[in-house]
């Protein structure tokens, strides 16, 4: 078995000796700028832990761990058009640095480039299995951000609707990493089903994490603007929760905060105080728990020593914050 | 063996049996949109017509001849955004109806719907023989939209380079659709390759036939309106080989006229005038004929009696005019 660091240091090997096409630079630059913005590979990586729980040769699994980085990186590559998103990772992002053009069809030549790393797995049988299982997630990221662009412009979104749209959005590709490291070292059906359940839990979970630190994260931690989706009027968890909970009165006038523009003075200090007074923080990292729990459940019952389950154990839960 | 309507009739039976799912009808009625606009299905017939040269079943092949199809939709859908197209098929563009994040993500939805046609096919060899080949295609037809897109800009195009272009964009996917439907048929090789060749050189010869119809095709027959490539200073092959064949003169002058606007008067006939005087449509009909030739040549070698590939090479045939 292998530590976090040996995995990420493999898949940067395996990237480097991989490398986009030189021609047409206008179509494969863009890809190689997107892939150098870097990320934290934690996709690839997951997929490698889910092999090694059962194998220890993981270099097997390199060319599946990369395609599902290039998978990513394609979403991100047209999330970014879609979302008029100036800056990734604090660099223009590539529409913005190219064009909109580019921006598509770097994006479409990165999916299928994610397609031709998993045809590289010598195993036919293995391959069709994976097939499947990008496909259905693949598919379902697509969903996952229609639903977000629809939640833009209605005013009913219900918190069973957000899970669902963060579930398809993120969790499933995070459970599908899972799976297919599984599926690349012939688990069971069960095994592999317990760990795709436990990446996807996990997902919703640290979504519903990531909009209660936007808001209730320490400033020094946190890397982004503390509060910066309450001026957005974003139709965040918190936001959510608080029409489904809260009185009429704070219900109202937290709908009128959303209508304000992101520069009006005392948001950020009046919508918290809102939450607060309707124990919403609590509320919501509570479910956060819930989901948490249910996660770690399912790896729990993959049917294996606690020592052999460690790496990724420890690995998932470092993503979580342990106060609120 | 089957004939043309035949197969196309499977064909459309098969696509209404496997519509996209209803939810979210934002995300997938682009995507029906897209398919009802028409077309052909020339490219799933083709490849069901190499199946049914080794085998009857061509059932069998079905989800790869409709893979091909939703490719080629995709690559339509997302081309319309890139070139600003209003309209295809006398009707509007998905981004024009919708918009242009519609478009993106409905786009790339029906890429991985290809993918998913494909993994629904039984064994799992051909399927990931199936989906190196069209991940090859798929990667070269990209390459061949971003050729044609820096050659808009560019004022030094070769004819070699053109070629290219036309090759990658539109021809490979022809040959590609013949290769697989062999593939699934299991067929040896060197026929396989013979078919992809045949697809590949007629798909060539079939975009040169396109550029000289533009300029000298019947109004009657040819659908779009004569002279639109003239008019829009569209580099064709025909304009590529004045530069390279013509006198220095012409030369200068149909680069004259290809900095004016569309609607200059007299524009098309002083254009075709030049095209005449400098032997033109007879040197690209000559050109036309040698990849068509050579296409044939290849279908030719393919070892199998006259009789089983008559289908094949008539429908192919009737794709070419036989004056020009």
Redesign the interface.
Same mark, same amino acid.
């Given at each position: 078995m292998h530590t976090l660091p040996e995995l990420l240091s493999s898949i940067n090997d395996y990237a480097d000796a991989q490398p986009f096409p030189a021609?047409?630079p206008?179509?494969y630059e863009p890809c190689t700028y997107m892939l150098e913005l870097g990320g934290k590979r934690l996709r690839p990586a997951l997929l490698l832990m889910a092999y090694e729980l059962f194998r220890d040769d993981f270099g097997q699994a390199l060319p599946a761990a990369w395609a599902v980085e290039l998978f990513h990186n394609f979403t991100l590559m #047209?999330d970014d =058009?879609?979302d008029a998103a100036p800056l990734r990772r604090g660099r223009p992002t590539v529409h913005t640095r190219w064009n /909109? /053009?580019t921006g =598509? +069809?770097s994006?479409?030549?990165l +999916? =299928? #480039?994610a397609? !031709?790393h +998993?045809?590289r797995l010598p195993d %036919?049988?293995i391959? #069709?299995q994976l +097939?499947?299982s990008? @496909?259905r997630v %693949?598919?379902e990221v697509?969903?996952g !951000?229609?639903?977000d662009? @629809?939640f833009e412009t209605r005013q009913d979104v219900q918190l069973t609707e957000y899970i669902r749209m963060i579930e398809l959005k993120t969790a499933v590709l995070l459970g599908g990493a899972l799976e297919m490291g599984a599926l690349c070292a012939r688990a069971e059906a069960q095994a592999v089903e317990h760990l795709y359940q436990f990446g996807r839990l996990a997902g919703i979970a640290f979504q519903i994490q990531d909009d209660l630190l936007d808001t209730y994260g320490d400033p020094a931690k946190f890397g982004k603007q503390v509060g910066g989706d309450i001026l957005q009027n974003k139709k965040t968890f918190l936001v959510l929760k608080t029409f489904e909970t809260a009185s009429d009165g704070d219900a109202r006038e937290l709908a009128q905060w959303m209508q304000t523009p992101p520069e009006t003075s005392g948001k950020v200090e009046a919508v918290r105080a809102l939450f607060d007074r309707n124990g919403i923080p609590e509320q919501v990292a509570a479910e956060k728990q819930r989901f948490q729990d249910a996660a770690f459940e399912h790896l729990n019952a993959v049917d294996l020593p606690a020592e052999r389950k460690s790496i990724l154990w420890q690995t998932v839960e470092a993503l979580f914050v342990r106060e609120h």
């Open positions: 021609a047409p206008e179509l #047209h =058009i879609m /909109t /053009t =598509i +069809l994006g479409d030549v +999916l =299928i #480039h397609y !031709q +998993l045809a %036919a049988p391959v #069709h +097939l499947r990008f @496909n %693949a598919t697509c969903e !951000q229609q639903l662009l @629809n």
